[in-house]
T-cell receptor
Framework: QKEVEQDPGPLSVPEGAIVSLNCTYSNSAFQYFMWYRQYSRKGPELLMYTYSSGNKEDGRFTAQVDKSSKYISLFIRDSQPSDSATYLCAMIRLNTGNQFYFGTGTSLTVIP | DGGITQSPKYLFRKEGQNVTLSCEQNLNHDAMYWYRQDPGQGLRLIYYSQIVNDFQKGDIAEGYSVSREKKESFPLTVTSAQKNPTAFYLC??????????????????FGPGTRLTVL
């Protein structure tokens, strides 16, 4: 079983829709949870990060962590064509030298 | 401008050849990482280094080698022992984390990637 599971999609939505992206994980020692956005043929860039359980909002993006269910989500409101990218979840366990564990990424297309 | 550069952007290799991918950063980060990205598999860690002249194997180090002679540079060599090297290779760097206080976290910054194709 992979430590981090993510549905690869692809996901296709109309412009303005609310998008929900999710990851599950198996190790309860994960403490930091990140979402990266990767445009085609580019390196990933950090979108949001959260520490432990709870919600964090940044503009149209909301990151949610439920440690009891080992489940994290990224919500995108009022989706735009420029949001079309692959979204990768990532997480870190403490005391592992900043080693990241990535999901497989979900490919999102927002149709104008 | 501070950042991470990778070269070349595209690289073609014949079977049996070794090739070296370049990664340079001017962020003054101590830690550097190499990942491989394949469709449907996400990012897998090949090697990482937290300090000059020291590096550690990641999950898929077989068939790869690295060096860390300078803080700014972390080249990756894909050797002929790597049986399936065609992939997108990503280099990243970060400040070495301090875990002495709750909430410590250090972002990994990624380079633009090198796409390696074996002919």
């Amino acid at each position: 079983q992979k430590e981090v599971e993510q549905d690869p999609g692809p996901l296709s939505v109309p412009e303005g829709a609310i998008v929900s992206l999710n990851c599950t994980y198996s190790n309860s020692a994960f403490q930091y949870f990140m979402w990266y956005r990767q445009y085609s043929r580019k390196g990933p860039e950090l979108l949001m990060y959260t520490y432990s359980s709870g919600n964090k909002e940044d503009g149209r993006f909301t990151a949610q962590v439920d440690k009891s269910s080992k489940y994290i989500s990224l919500f995108i409101r009022d989706s735009q064509p420029s949001d079309s990218a692959t979204y990768l979840c990532a997480m870190i366990r403490l005391n592992t030298g900043n080693q990241f564990y990535f999901g497989t990424g979900t490919s999102l297309t927002v149709i104008p | 401008d501070g950042g991470i550069t990778q070269s070349p952007k595209y690289l073609f290799r014949k079977e049996g050849q070794n090739v070296t991918l370049s990664c340079e950063q001017n962020l003054n980060h101590d830690a550097m990482y190499w990942y491989r990205q394949d469709p449907g598999q996400g990012l897998r860690l090949i090697y990482y280094s937290q300090i000059v002249n020291d590096f550690q194997k990641g999950d898929i180090a077989e068939g790869y080698s690295v060096s860390r002679e300078k803080k700014e540079s972390f080249p990756l060599t894909v050797t002929s022992a790597q049986k399936n090297p065609t992939a997108f290779y990503l280099c990243a760097s970060s400040i070495v984390p301090s875990w002495t206080s709750a909430g410590s976290y250090n972002e990994q910054f990624f380079g633009p990637g090198t796409r390696l194709t074996v002919l």
